[in-house]
């Protein structure tokens, strides 16, 4: 295989950050276009180089290193994390190995990306933090993977809130819409399984609008109201391998989904706004409706990530005659990230996030500060979502989120 | 010239249905509308009849009569409903003289149709159901006025629903959002004071969307989970006269607002189907967003009305390589009530539900069969709003609605 | 029971203006909603009275005066403009009439709104726009009835451009598109008949378009470069009646289509701003896509009549961080016609743009001054619809406009 | 610097392809992204190696090959073409050095790929065609790119439009509207002068709308009758170096714009069906409003590029009342190029179009088959942008397609 340093870095003076990967499916995939990308459109202070990816299957995993341009392969997560050409781990696989993998990279003196959801428990997710802190201590520094942070038009939110533009906000309401479970003969993949997944809609589209909905709006939430419910509760058991969100049909008997196929709750911020939450996979026709509005004194702010290079804001300072939700095209040189990319109209896609989310941690790692969201910030999430479980088990009461 | 009721009436041999409307505000005006125009579109079995209007101010009551075309004016609305030549009561009044006006009409022998919501309590609505109740054995009918049934986009969903096109119920979200409050200054007008409104976003808004979600999905919520907040508690006093929505500036001292500003619930349906709602006054730049959506196992259906002209349909049986939500202009000639105006293309406005409600009303007096929604429509979805309340005290916790 | 004067008018001191109305089909009804319902809405100096309506056959009239809401009926037109009790005409036939009837109407002392066209050639407009200005020297007042220029949102868009908000024209461009003609059975109707429509989607939909883009950009166009097309040339001759833009199935044999099916063409104004048209009855799924867009040097401006209460704003200014189409929703108190209405978000619909017409001509009336747009407007667009079809007929020569 | 083979290859035993690119601009850049993303999504026959790029500045272009990849630096395309370890030759320069170096490299033996317009005029596309059906015979392959069939939504219209879905065409509507022209004080880039450029709007957005029009058409068209503007005809010189849609501020005097600022022109198809064209960059707010509609008897398409994902579809054989344009998201895995990334929802970005683009060349290279668009089809758009140009001449009149 190749020399990686050579062929993948920008520039050979600058150091190089050499990623070493666990997991290989659609995250896989995704962080593999963002770090072989980032350095071709960014200017980065240090140099991106993919060197080893890692597998249980040992073709596959070849295979994807092949296709994704991995320089070597490993079979054993353990061994991933001891080679000495890796300086950042990148954990991709299913929340239920987080904890371990992240602990013990940390262990290995290596800094750590961590898809989200954080863990599966909070208890992982305190795990996760302390071996982050001590870390820290040592100059490796943690991230977890919020990628919808990164899309240029929910940074383009955060900044227009935290610069005032919406004023006091009354109102957060977020969905996150998608509709492949509708089916009620869609097999059980691994995602329908508590023990792999920790939770169904809720870990997976609730934890990605609960961290955006915190990011956005500047404050975490202060207790939630919940409820959950499994609408189809056996389903075909996978006649083979099943990865990320694709399924083969079944041959054979049923299982039982063990996870929550749609989360709703109200929620309370501390600045006295109130919010709610709804995660589905049964939103027929919405593929991927991560909707998100904010309600401030002074104006509204809306987006759709179904049309992720729009921003819809409302300036309620502005003359009611004139006055209307605009439709930004946040693809101008002074968005969010938008400088390296495409003249104004050239829209980004979903993957882009992953670049964008890679070049923030580059720099931060350059830097020796902390990147966001931290493990942290990731078990605040997961607190909220245990808050989100509880709140359901308890004819929906209103339970506040530990701290 | 021609006898009033030439002019008035579609043809001299149709019996006359003679109405007296007590209020003439924004309801009022809406509902003269609706009296003047349904005849002259629609074919009636009975004609409209503008007989008298009431409102306490003696002046005002006659400009309004001049106004809108009411034949005569009382300023008692005793000596309305005691007039020989009314035979149908409309109360387009504020919520706290519902109950009390229309057990009076009904007992005066008159048909009535009353505006949303029916009444300020659970306790007054069940009074009016049992007068109702008592005044159908007499042949006389009482009708609650949640116009957004007549929503030509509305009815086609409800009969795209009844006829199994979505199949079965997943999913229903409905939010009602307007943004009046916002400012800090806009008075303490009647809407804001319990004593008149009975609650404030929840009774206004809350109350249209929980039937109109009840009558689209075609099933009554089980139970609800609510939270709700004021966050305004100290308005402006009004210096004059406030009317509708319209407000002029304060000059003078400060009130407390002793309602809800916003009202955020989820809910359960027998069916399985989970819902969530919200009504707020407080959505800055939304200025009538009734929006609602259902999904369904076999397709969804959405609608916003502030583009009232359109149904959002998803075929969740088609090929997915054509499926898509499509937008229905739903101007149809076999769409709801169209087939009386005019060609495709040329849409409605919000008014046209009110000439709508008063055909339906019409043909059910005709024929002698319970116009819906009836009172006992009203009293349940009275009792939605109770468990909302009474959840929003008790924390949230899940509160069954009372049958 | 009321006297007429006194149920229909909105104060009894107010002097009537007693129209008499010629046609009773789809625009017949329009119009009667509008004068019906103007005066119940608006504060109007005079008060409409529906004196008498007119049509050839006897049964018929008398039915659309009892739906309608009109005083008395009349056979022939010439009895009609006769009357001592009517003071305004209102012609709502067929083009090929309006001529005749318009001269006369004047000649007898009548004041007259024609709709659109103005008449079926530039000869019999020319001969319009001499009489009304003989009759204007007697007080008598004439205008064509272009509504569209009376939706809230192309008003606005009027003012705003008047007000300098887009700076320096450089584009319009506007389509008018339907689909009623797309089905090649579709009967050959009166609108598809040279003699009596004088031309198709053009003098159909190219009228209002042309009318439309001049009044809101404040300019007329110099000359038109144009393709018009026929795409079905022959088709069933009706079975039966065929009035407006509905038909029978044929039985029988089949006719020539004598006018245009589609009109294309391109424009210059005089402030060098270039322009586009496109009129079709052929655009599948299309329902009444008037769609105007105007771009100028400091913003631009879009309207589509499928979404008549909403305008898009696009102020070029703003900083392009946070510029972008704003979706005006004409509802508010302070856009134009508004004040009378609803309150925000309670959209108006197409045949509002009728009231706002009758309110209009009622003021210019009462004031003795030209309302617009005057014949000579209605003579202008003919003269446009001239070079059309000149330049269709001279391979989409540039062929400019006669003054 | 690096093996490129080795690392950027996908599997060692594939074949290489090996890319030399001229040019490092905005379009270099994109094809860069195409190139080196491509085999790491699809599968490939053949492995994309990013040999060498050339640029006349040696510091900016070795500066450019760090940070896209390449291999290698050139600053003579001369010597580029006469790498032996070049393949296939990409031109990614303004117009006015395509047909040398096209020529040029099709003489050395290598496959081409040129960027959009073929040429700054009808007479070098004849010799590029001319060259690239002497080198087919030799095996050598040319393809011109029109990156905007590439898009999913686009194939996909095509695709439909091929089964027959919207059937016999009626009507093409196209625009493409920018408006980075807007400012009178935008400097004479090398875009505005004719002599690199060859013309303005016209060949940059034009020859898109005209190439995407027919492609989805599936027919070429007949003749065309134009009109163009130049808005605003001086301009501040540009003070340093431009490059792409970017510049600096002037300092200095100014020069004359030579190229159209905008380009109209309306067309027939000889099926029978017409079209209309807009190309401007003057239209405020628009930043790539590539729009396309075509109507057909049975149904219609409607695409813009500011919302790439989507494909609005309306199906005109379903019944009235539950027909609507609906909104394709274009992201299923029976989508064109969509098996290969992400899942349903998770849309693609502006630059994928050049991934796809490689992708499809690739494959015709290892199959020996010409490749679409073909240097004809690039000579045809040509000859379709000089009939536009000599209408326009010619006072609009309609100017036949050269054939």
New interface residues.
Partial sequence: ????Q???G??PEKPPLRVGMVGYA?MGA?H??GW??VG??FDLPRRPVLAAICGRDGAAVRAAA????W?AAETDWRALIARDDVDLVDICTPGDSHAEIAVAALAAGKHVLCEKPLANSVEEAEDMVRAAETAQERGQLAMVGFNYRRVPATA?ARR?VAEGR?GRL??V?V?Y????L?D?QFPLTWRLRREHAGSGSLGDLGAHIVDLAQYVAGEQLAGV???T?T?VRERPLPGGAVQ???AVSADGGTGRVTVDD?A???A?FPS?A?A?F?A?R????????LRL?L??????LAFD?????ELS????TEP??????????V??P??PYLDAW???????????TFVHQARDLVHAIHEGRQPEPSFADGLQVQRVLAAVEE?AEK????TPIAV
Same sequence: chains 1, 2, 3, 4.
């Fill in positions: 295989m190749a020399q990686p050579q062929s993948e920008a520039e659609f995704a593999s276009q072989r990308t071709r459109v092949d296709r994704h341009g320089a383009l227009m919406i009354r109102h309401r969905t819409l998608q509709d492949w509708v009620p109201s919940a409820l419910e609408f990320g969100l694709s749609a709703l709750f109200t309370r006295g109130i709610s709804e589905t049964y939103a027929t026709g919405r593929k991927n409706a509005e309600n401030g004194e002074n104006g509204s990530l179904e049309r992720l290079n804001y409302h300036d309620g009611g005659a004139h006055a209307g939700f605009r439709r930004i095209l693809t101008e002074d968005h495409w003249p104004p109209g050239h829209g980004l896609g979903y993957e882009h709140s004819n929906s009461v209103y």
